[in-house]
T-cell receptor, first 109, second 115 residues
């Protein structure tokens, strides 16, 4: 099975940078995903890492270290609309992904 | 509009009843996944179908069942409902079951309230 840990809540200021960490213990690994979920809405796909290193996509970047079972999502130039829950998910086999409980990010003016 | 359609959006029903949730995946996607999200909890994987066949199963209760039809739409059946079954039920689809780099596309969810 999978065990995925991420902080429950984080707060940051508009315009700043925030890093959301995720650690995982897995019996199998076929990639790590980050999703954004606004309250009451569906999660939306943000990023994917399968090899070690940093993937950059605009204001969002995601990093993976497979040997450490560790990933982070970096959000730059924070905007108020970035207030949401951020979900780390590890793909096991056959496409099935296991999700962490999510990190609720609050961006303050 | 993500391309994944879930109906109904809201459902209120009594304990002991049975309901059916429906999902139409994004055009071209063969895999359908069902997840349950209760208040203050993460997404719990229920079941996956790929091109009509069950591919993976999570901690899905025996009272719950699902299927994927030849046109690739899927239905999740919940029976003998209990108060604790109240949750958001999401359907997601992806291009291929083991496709790398493709995240899920989620539907907007069905909010089930059992009273």
């Amino acid at each position: 099975g999978q065990n995925i840990d991420q902080p429950t809540e984080m707060t940051a200021t508009e315009g700043a940078i925030v890093q959301i960490n995720c650690t995982y213990q897995t019996s199998g690994f076929n990639g790590l995903f980050w999703y954004q979920q606004h309250a009451g809405e569906a999660p939306t796909f943000l990023s994917y890492n399968v090899l070690d290193g940093l993937e950059e996509k605009g204001r969002f970047s995601s990093f993976l270290s497979r040997s450490k079972g560790y990933s982070y999502l970096l959000l730059k130039e924070l905007q108020m609309k970035d207030s949401a829950s951020y979900l780390c998910a590890v793909r096991e086999e056959a496409g099935k992904s296991t999700f962490g409980d999510g990190t609720t990010l609050t961006v303050k003016p | 509009d993500s391309g994944v359609t879930q109906t109904p959006k809201h459902l209120i029903t009594a304990t002991g009843q049975r309901v059916t949730l429906r999902c139409s995946p994004r055009s071209g996607d063969l895999s359908v996944y069902w997840y349950q999200q209760s208040l203050d909890q993460g997404l719990q994987f229920l079941i996956q179908y790929y091109n009509g066949e069950e591919r993976a199963k999570g901690n899905i209760l025996e009272r719950f069942s699902a299927q994927q039809f030849p046109d690739l739409h899927s239905e999740l059946n919940l029976s003998s409902l209990e108060l604790g079954d109240s949750a958001l039920y999401f359907c997601a689809s992806s291009v291929k079951g083991t496709s790398k780099g493709y995240g899920y596309t989620f539907g907007s969810g069905t909010r089930l309230t059992v009273v």
